[in-house]
């Protein structure tokens, strides 16, 4: 999945709207839209990160496998 695709566009507004009612609607603590945008937008930088790092390392399947030992 490209990051600069509609695709990615879409899975990243889900997430967000999913991270962000889930924190929401089940915190009862007085600053919880503060609380839920920062894990919102924490979820959505966390899967921008992925997905640039899956991105970038797309075409390493020539190479052997890494051996952890």
């Known amino acids: 999945m490209n990051i600069k695709s509609y695709k990615y566009l879409i899975v990243a507004t889900i997430t967000f709207l999913i991270l962000f009612l889930m924190n929401y609607i089940g915190n009862p ?37 890494h051996d952890f030992d």
């Open 29 to 65: 603590e007085a600053d919880r839209l503060q609380r839920a945008l920062m894990t919102a937008g924490a979820g959505v930088a966390g899967l921008t990160i992925g997905m640039w790092f899956v991105y970038r390392n797309r075409n390493d399947g020539d190479r052997p496998p």
